[in-house]
């Protein structure tokens, strides 16, 4: 199954905010493993939608 660039990118944002989310609750609640899982989830989906414009780039132009 392909996965176009624009589901790349919007995955890569809802990952982003979900894991901003998380890591706020995680300093909120000196929970450092809710904001460690929190930085990794917004790392997830800075490559997501690096992935998304990757496709973009490299998409022929007709």
């Known amino acids: ?3 176009h660039s624009k ?4 995955e890569g944002k809802v990952d982003k905010v979900a ?4 890591e706020a609750a995680g300093k909120m609640t000196k929970d450092r493993e809710l904001e460690g899982k ?4 917004q790392a997830k ?4 939608s690096a992935k998304g414009n990757l496709k973009d780039a ?3 132009r007709h």
Do not use: H, I
């Open 45 to 48: 989906g800075d490559a997501k």
């Open 1 to 3: 199954m392909t996965t």
């Open 19 to 22: 894991g901003k989310v998380k």
């Open 58 to 60: 490299t998409k022929p």
């Open 7 to 10: 589901s790349d990118k919007t």
């Open 38 to 41: 929190g930085k990794a989830q």
